[in-house]
């Protein structure tokens, strides 16, 4: 038999649950208890308030630059909801609803974008990592973060995000693989939101999907609907509890879409058209929750909206509170270099403390000193 | 001769040798559509299209690597890193081949490409942003370091790269980018790549440094000669490799004095080449020992100290002062 087609086993699907209406599919609702949907909604919605408060302080100069995460909320938020608290979130830069809902404090991320290393300190009893610039790099740590798990015959799992410009990276590709050869309990979530900075996702990958790259590394795939919290809980559920079993990872692509500019310091207007980002606001991933809870689920009343929004503001404005009491210290770069300092790094601080305290030497007329010749 | 910003000059670079050579290609993340982060690849797309102005898939890896491949086929590709610090990304193949190739095939094929880069601090950027990569690069023989300081010779200099039979790593200070304007010719010129420049003459010390640091460099000169009645020599070094040597011994056997000043962090930094250049070849005029003002040995921090970890204006003026009154 010379030629015959190649068969690939390979598990690949499409989920959404809740569509942009509000309306849920019966047979595939995750049926949450209400209590969790509502929490849910507040952290969904105090990442919406967070992140339009971030941009306001960044245009007013008290944050530098800001990278908005607004309509990509319920992906993080999802995965981090499926998550136990004992497993791992490894997110990029834009996973800040699934990191308030694992206990990362306001203020501290605030200290990230306002140019403080305290921003990326983990709060003790929080299994994360800290925000990650260099794109996909992350998946890497990520993957030996769940190869630890394994290796320690432990049953925790490890979800990590990057976004559709992170799959071209030789990094998203070597974490993946090894993910899929040792079988590490990692579930890779891919936040396609359309762009890569100006690069559209259809000039970065000249595959139909991404989560069809499962396929060539030999593990499963699902393209999930991003904006949908429901769907993203169930496909996330399912990836999750098959790591914790030793089925090994999973990659998820998310559907979902940057409403806003790349950061405070792109102007997205020379990319793409207002049209586009016009057809996206219906699909908004917190309009969708709301409807659902107010109107399918009835659990949302005026009333408990009112009490979720006070609180939510209340611990937004004592986070900037916190933030912007922060004190900075001048010297906080020489620390935590090594757990003891060189040396060389004690002289240098020294030396920065000198002129920090001493300024500039007196101005009294400088008289040249002997030469050397004259000196001996 | 129209004012310009660093910016606006090696746009000027790129486009007069797109529009000169065919085989200049530019590549890289977000550099055609919407122009470069920074712009410097502004008005590339629209002129050339997309087949010389090429907005890559997110992979610096691949930008450098296949421009090699380019490269050996006749292209003289200048690939963009979106930032200093994703430059290590694509190291393995700046390293293991844009480097090596002329030396492994014996000359059958060269590299003759630029490795473009925004360089250095004081843009208050997040992490990883603000690297001041040099001595990496400089460490690899094959390779070229260039460090323009000023418009003008940003854009000579990038031309002379463009040119240049060799890989050239091109570093362009942020901190400059936009800062100033300076007059730039109409008509094309070239800078030599290897030899720096007196930016200011003086007879008391000799204040060696290069990119960003240079105007602050400059200010701490006129501070010395107001304030203290310092006459100070400020070199501006424009390529850490090939390193002007000849140029910094002739200052230094004029003044007898020196310190270095650059951002990147002090040790194994350029600094000690340049200490060590004037100790072999001049250390019997030297009249006290070297200063050098850098950046600490420390991880570059975020930007609320980044300002406290940089070279400044005062701290060159201390290092001077304490050199000539030693
Ligand atoms: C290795 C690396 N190269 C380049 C950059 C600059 N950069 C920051 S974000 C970005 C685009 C990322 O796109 P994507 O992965 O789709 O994530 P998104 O920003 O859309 O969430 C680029 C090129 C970087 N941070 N890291
Ligand atoms: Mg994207």
Redesign the pocket.
């Given at each position: 038999m010379p030629r015959a087609k190649l068969e690939v086993p390979c598990k690949l699907e499409k989920l959404s649950v809740l569509d942009p209406d509000g309306k849920v599919d019966a047979k595939l609702d995750p049926k949450l208890p209400d209590n969790d949907l509502l929490k849910l909604y507040k952290t969904m919605w105090q990442t919406r308030l967070l992140d339009e408060r971030c941009l306001h302080m960044q245009r007013q100069g008290r944050i530098g630059t800001y990278g908005p995460c607004k309509g990509q909320e319920a992906t993080p938020l999802g995965v981090a909801y499926t998550l136990r608290k004992d497993d791992w979130y490894v997110p990029?830069y834009?996973e800040l609803a699934g990191c308030l809902w694992r206990g990362w404090k306001i203020g501290r991320y605030m200290l990230w974008w306002g140019g403080h290393e305290e921003g990326s300190q983990i709060e003790e009893g929080v299994n994360d990592t800290p925000l990650a610039?260099?794109?996909a790099?992350q998946c890497q740590y990520a993957m030996g973060i769940a190869w630890a798990s394994k290796l320690r015959g432990e049953d925790t799992v490890c979800a990590a995000f990057?976004?559709?410009?992170?799959t071209s990276?030789g990094d998203f590709h070597e974490a993946l693989n090894f993910a899929a050869v040792y079988k590490a309990p990692m579930v890779m979530v891919v936040?396609n939101?359309g762009?890569?900075?100006s690069l559209p996702r259809d000039k970065q990958t000249a595959a139909q999907s991404i989560a069809q790259k499962a396929v060539a590394y030999g593990i499963d795939g699902i393209q999930i609907d991003g904006n949908d919290i429901l769907g993203v809980i169930v496909a996330a559920r399912e990836a999750v509890a098959k790591a914790r079993k030793g089925g090994g990872p999973t990659l998820i692509e998310a559907i979902t879409y940057?409403m806003a500019m790349?950061t405070t310091a792109d102007d997205p207007k020379k990319y793409r058209s207002e049209e586009e980002v016009k057809a996206w606001e219906p699909k908004d991933p917190l309009t969708r929750f709301r409807k659902y809870l107010a109107q399918t689920k009835k659990i949302l009343t005026d009333k408990v909206e009112k009490e979720i929004e006070t609180q939510i503001r209340e611990e937004i404005d004592e986070g900037v509170r916190i933030y912007e009491s922060y004190e900075l210290d001048q010297y906080a770069m020489f620390h935590n270099m090594y757990e003891t300092p060189t040396p060389e790094l004690r002289r240098q601080e020294a030396e920065l403390r000198d002129y920090l305290e001493n300024g500039r030497p007196d101005e009294t007329p400088t008289e040249q000193s002997p030469t050397a010749s004259e000196r001996v | 001769m129209p004012q310009m910003t660093m910016v606006e000059a090696l746009n000027k670079a790129l486009f007069e040798l797109m529009a000169e050579d065919k085989n200049v290609l530019v590549m890289g993340?977000?550099v055609g559509q919407d122009e470069g982060v920074f712009r410097v690849t502004a008005r590339l797309l629209k002129e050339f299209g997309p087949d010389r102005c090429i907005d890559t898939p997110?992979a610096?890896a691949a930008i450098v690597g296949t421009a090699v491949g380019l490269a050996i086929r006749g292209f003289r590709p200048v690939c963009e890193m979106?930032?200093d610090g994703?430059s290590y990304?694509a190291f393995h193949h700046t390293e293991g081949h844009m480097r090596r190739f002329r030396n492994r095939t014996r000359g059958r094929y060269t590299v003759p490409m630029v490795l473009r880069m925004p360089y250095g601090g004081g843009i208050r950027a997040i992490e990883?942003h603000s690297e001041a990569p040099e001595a990496t690069y400089a460490h690899l023989g094959g390779l070229k370091v260039v460090m323009p300081s000023g418009p003008r010779n940003a854009r000579a200099l990038l031309r002379a790269a463009i040119l240049d039979p060799d890989p050239v790593v091109f570093m362009e200070p942020k901190a400059a980018y936009r800062a100033f304007r300076e007059e730039v010719p109409d008509e094309p010129e070239t800078l030599p790549i290897g030899k720096g420049q007196v930016a200011r003459e003086g007879k008391d010390v000799t204040l060696i440094t290069y990119a960003a640091m240079v105007r602050p460099t400059l200010e701490a000169a006129e501070e010395l000669e107001d304030d203290y009645g310092i006459d100070a020599e400020v070199l501006d070094l424009l390529s850490v490799s090939p390193m002007d040597t000849d140029l910094i011994n002739a200052s230094i056997r004029k003044t007898g004095r020196a310190v270095v000043v650059h951002e990147a962090p002090r040790h194994c930094g350029v600094g000690g080449e340049i200490i060590a250049r004037i100790v072999e070849d001049s250390l019997m005029y030297l009249e006290a020992p070297i200063k050098r003002v850098t950046g600490y040995d420390t991880i570059i921090p975020f930007f609320a100290n980044e300002r406290t970890w940089m070279p400044d204006v005062g701290k060159v003026v201390k290092a001077a002062v304490e050199t000539v009154r030693f």
């Open positions: 990029s834009r610039v260099p794109i790099s990057c976004g559709d410009g992170g990276q936040q939101n762009w890569a900075i940057r790349h | 993340e977000d997110l610096e979106q930032f994703f990304q990883h």
